[in-house]
């Protein structure tokens, strides 16, 4: 079983978007793990593995336009089934 279950990945698009800053709120608010977030201050890539995706979205959401959203169950992929 694994710890974090959720493979989340989304792209936020904005203005004055810090990857470091967001980097460090989802590290130290959302318990995860093999986060990458990177961009510019325009577009920033996430990727993360967590038990709260809704809780990363959310956090997103509000730093710009969120798009490109993907959310998969590794637990079920891990099983050979579709995430």
Known sequence: MLEYKFDTQ????GEDLD???IHDY???NIPGD???AVGDEDL???HYHTNLPWQVL???AGLGEIHDIVV???ER???GQHG
């Open 10 to 13: 989304l792209l936020i698009e």
């Open 19 to 21: 990857e470091d800053a």
């Open 26 to 28: 989802l590290m130290e």
């Open 34 to 36: 093999c986060l990458i």
């Open 44 to 46: 920033i890539k996430i």
């Open 58 to 60: 959310e956090y997103c």
């Open 72 to 74: 998969e169950n590794m």
């Open 77 to 79: 992929q891990a099983g």
